[in-house]
C-alpha cells in the first residue's frame, strides 16, 4: 500500500496543480504514482481539466484519420498497378545455353507472373478495404466494399482471359 502524502507533499502537489501542471507531470514531481496523486487531489477538492487531453486525443484522431485515407490511396494506386502490369508487355530476361545474356519482349507476363501480379494486387486492395472499414459507417463500409468486390471480380474474369487458371504447370 501506498503511503500517503506528507504535509509538504500536499502542499506541493497543491502549489503544482496551481501552476497548471498535469496530474502526470504531478505525479513524476513528486516520484508518486498517479493514482495517489489523483486520490489526494480528489480529497483536497482539487480537479484537473482534460480539455486539453480531450483536444490532444482528437488532434491525434484526425492525424491517424488522414494517414490511413493516404495509406489507402497507395493500396489502391499499387493494386491498379499491378493489375495493369499483368496484362501488358513483359520482358523476359534469362541466359542462352551458351551463357550469353537473352532478353525478349512478349505481349503479356507468363502465367505465373500473372497469377503473381494479380495476387499483389488483391492483396493491395484488401489491406485498402481494411483501412476504409475504420473510417466509415456501416453504409459506406458496404458501398467500399462493393466497389472493391467489382474491381477484384474484374481482375478475377481478366485473369481467366489471360489463361491464368491453366497455371497449375507451377504447382499452384
Known amino acids: 500500500m501506498a503511503q500517503p502524502l506528507s504535509p509538504e507533499e500536499l502542499g506541493r502537489l497543491r502549489q503544482l496543480h ?14 508518486r504514482s498517479v493514482g495517489v496523486v489523483t486520490n489526494c ?3 483536497l477538492g482539487l480537479d484537473f481539466d482534460r480539455s486539453a487531453t ?3 486525443v482528437e488532434a491525434r484522431q484526425i492525424d491517424l484519420a488522414d494517414r490511413r485515407q493516404r495509406l489507402t490511396e497507395l493500396y489502391m ?3 491498379e498497378l499491378a493489375a495493369v502490369r499483368s496484362m501488358g508487355q513483359y520482358r523476359i530476361e534469362t541466359f542462352d545455353n551458351r551463357g550469353e545474356f537473352v532478353a525478349q519482349l512478349v505481349d503479356l507476363p507468363p502465367a505465373r507472373e500473372t497469377k503473381d501480379l494479380l495476387q499483389a494486387s ?10 476504409l472499414a475504420v473510417d466509415v459507417g456501416d453504409q459506406g463500409r458496404e458501398n467500399a466494399k462493393g ?5 477484384g471480380e474484374a481482375m478475377t474474369a481478366a485473369s481467366r482471359e489471360l489463361g491464368v487458371d491453366d497455371a497449375d504447370e507451377y504447382g499452384s
Open 18 to 31: 496551481a501552476d497548471g501542471h498535469g496530474r502526470n507531470e504531478i505525479a513524476r514531481r513528486l516520484d
Open 122 to 131: 488483391k492483396a493491395a486492395s484488401d489491406a485498402a478495404e481494411r483501412l
Open 147 to 151: 466497389l472493391l468486390r467489382t474491381l
Open 54 to 56: 480531450r483536444a490532444a
Open 41 to 43: 487531489a480528489r480529497r
Open 77 to 79: 494506386e499499387a493494386a
